[in-house]
């Protein structure tokens, strides 16, 4: 309860003859165990199991349909039948006899509840001078070090106010990384060049081809021991391994989208909050209707700084969230497959988190909902694992300071208006941030760290994709159903659907079993 940060470990008490497992508040490092041949057996990535005589691993494929639904392996299943995954914020203890008892020590639903029961109410800048507090004493104790340190920077809020508190917090010149893309829509290189410029950091930046990011995915099965298909983990992987030649530790913006209400589904949940069933229908109705060429069309004609990634997809995704509903919007929204079932012959997806009924009752507000579900899911087995395998597979350090959990605490705190105002979310970090940075540098539309997938599987990465989702591919063990998937990429080439979110989670599914022999 005293350590502040990220952490996995094991302890062994030998006078009580207890092991203890244990992984910190939200999930930051990973710790895998289970048993094999009559022993426990415990490593922080699965690629370790392999060394151990007689390994055998047997697919689990109830984990891999909830992995064609969610894009990655939830805790705390593993890809392997008898492997767990440590749950955020566990301790798990095992006597001498082998009895596994499980329980939290901190977790995101208490830190809500109290929160929730004691609001800061306070004036705008007392919230801010608050924030800016804990988020100088988090990036502070985050800065010690024996070894080279510097920081991601791609511009936008989360990273550039890293930097900024780095900035006032180190003595020392401060480092930045960042790489671009040449391709338009995708390049955040100049936004930021400028935020460095501004804070006068010693800045390095890479332009990657396309052909030397494509380069990277024959690796991914590899970096990724389990299947986990979030295609920024390309362009992650390649800003790990142009930092880690100049510092040894970096510190990211990760956890800034979750707190405060940064993704575009937060303002969706928003708009979606108390309207009405039919007019929520109606809505999605007209937005489907335009279809993904006319909304291409139609962003097309604002400037390309205020141009969104992927606003065709992103569209989609709204007409699936009013059609949903709040109830189901939210699984809607996240779901690469909505049926996963049927693609995985003899799988049962486990019913995790994302479909509990009940969470209404505890947080009526969706906004307060989607984050909270984002906090306990998405964050810590999307985000936080892309960027803990991108980086350790280059040996480079990730400290996140936002998720120091003094800050995830506080953030529940907050009321709404603090997180979301005028149509824009992260209100509260913004204004710490202004302080430091000119709003004109930092202001633009939210932009995620992509890469333009769907284009690339219709063109350069057809021919790897085709093999992949082949008819003699998919059926190879009696694992999948080929049709739906088969039928998805006949759409996907023919561009009348943009189907990458789906397709992609296939693909390194097909592309892990190929390098695994399974």
Known sequence: ??????????????????????????????????????????????????????????????????????????????????????????????????????????????????????????????????????????????????????????????????????????????RTY????????????????????????????????????????????????????????IPTYLLSKLTREHVTVALSGDGGDELFAGYTRHRFARLASGMPAPMGKALACGIGVAGPALW?????????????????????????????????????????????????????????????????RALPDSLDRMQYLDTITYLPEDILTKVDRASMAVALEVRVPILDHRIVEFSWRLPARFKMRGGKGKWLLRQVLYRHVPKALVERPKSGFAIPLGQWLRGPLRAWAEELLSEKGLGEGGLLTPAPIRARWAEHLEGTRNWHASLWPVLMFQAWRSLRGI
Request: a negative charge; proline letters at 6%.
């Open 1 to 174: 309860e005293r350590l502040i940060g990220m952490f996995a470990f094991a302890s062994w008490d030998r006078r009580t003859r207890i092991l203890s497992l244990v992984r910190d508040r939200l999930g930051i490092k990973p710790l895998y165990f289970g048993r094999q041949d009559g022993r426990l057996v415990l490593a922080s990535e699965l690629k370790a199991f392999e060394v151990l005589p007689d390994w055998k691993p047997e697919l689990n494929r109830n984990a891999l349909a909830a992995y064609l639904r969610l894009a990655y392996v939830p805790s705390p299943h593993s890809i392997y039948r008898g492997i767990d995954k440590l749950a955020p914020g566990h301790i798990a203890t095992i006597n001498a006899e082998g009895k596994v008892e499980t329980a939290a020590f901190w977790s995101v639903e208490k830190a809500a509840e109290r929160g929730k029961s004691a609001p800061f109410n306070v004036s705008d800048r007392e919230a801010i001078d608050t924030l800016e507090l804990l988020l100088g004493d988090a990036v502070g104790r985050r800065l010690v070090a024996d070894v080279p340190l510097g920081a991601f920077l791609s511009g936008g809020i989360d990273s550039s106010t890293i930097a900024a508190m780095m900035r006032m917090r180190s003595n020392a010149a401060v």
């Open 178 to 233: 960042s790489i671009g893309f040449r391709e338009e829509g995708f390049d955040e290189a100049p936004h930021a060049r400028a935020v460095a410029a501004y804070l006068g950091t010693d800045h390095t930046e890479l332009y990657v081809s396309p052909a030397e990011a494509r380069e990277v995915i024959p690796e991914l099965p590899t970096i990724y021991d389990e299947p986990f298909a979030d295609s920024s983990q």
């Open 296 to 360: 291409e069309r139609v962003f097309s004609l604002l400037p390309t700084e205020w141009r969104p990634k992927l606003a065709p997809d992103k569209m989609h995704k709204a007409s699936r969230l009013f059609r949903a509903g709040e109830e189901s919007g939210y699984l809607t929204l996240v779901s690469a497959w909505d049926d996963p079932d049927e693609l995985v012959i003899g799988g049962k997806e486990p019913k995790g988190p994302i479909f509990d009924a009940g969470l209404a």
